[in-house]
């Protein structure tokens, strides 16, 4: 079912769109969650894809990772030839270094956002910008100053921040992670399961929150194949 009433940015998932009534909401901030291929950097690069090709809306990727080019390979073997999007001024590629600042980046954000008229941001993984802080109170300070201003600048954004075990940023031994923070922050929170828990597909997916909206809560399947993430009904459809 979709909202009429709430502004969407569709994912263009099709099943995970159809389990938030149309996608996440507009000029929000959305944060996902999960382990090691959990299929994180995929939703993203599918997200971005799927914005500039059928919703004809520009997308800024910021990676704190070591290789562009490395992602950008991973999005080709699912068909998205991101070069093209770029030299059309449509996708963006930004690589941050875990010491950029605060301020750097903010300024650099700007820019490109007005330049490029861009709609949808990723950062991948937010968990980088933290390691140089080590007070709670300053990564808070440093999140909500991000997407504060991202906000304002009326971009849909997603944030990746990585997990180990369990989904409520608790660790193996029992102690909150450093960005745990950012589940209270941001507008929703999406989980990824690298093993099916929800009876189908082999992979997982759940909303755990999303403001200003009804969702499904439950965890649906979830499946990446050769043309990237397919959630919800659409496992079943497929198979
Ligand atoms: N063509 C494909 N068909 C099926 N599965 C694939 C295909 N390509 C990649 N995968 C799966 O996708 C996973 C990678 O997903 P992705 O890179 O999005 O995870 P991630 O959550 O970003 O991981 P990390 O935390 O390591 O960055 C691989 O581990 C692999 O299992
Ligand atoms: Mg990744």
Redesign the pocket.
Known sequence: MVDEVIDRCPTGVVGFDKICRGGFVRNSDNLVV????????????QFLWNGATQFGENGLYCSF?PDIAETLN?AM??GWDFSKLSSEGKIKFMRFSPQTSIEELKKELMKVIAQNSIKRICF??ISVLALNLNDKGKIRETIFELSSLIKRLKVTTIF?D?SLEGEMGLTRDGEWTKTDILRFLSDSVTV?Y?SGIAGVGDRAVRIVKMRRTAHERKAVGM????SGILAGEDVVTNE
């Open positions: 999960g382990g090691p291929g959990s299929g994180k950097s995929t939703f993203l690069l990772e991973d073997a699912y991948d993984p990746v990585e990824f690298e499946k990446i194949g050769d």
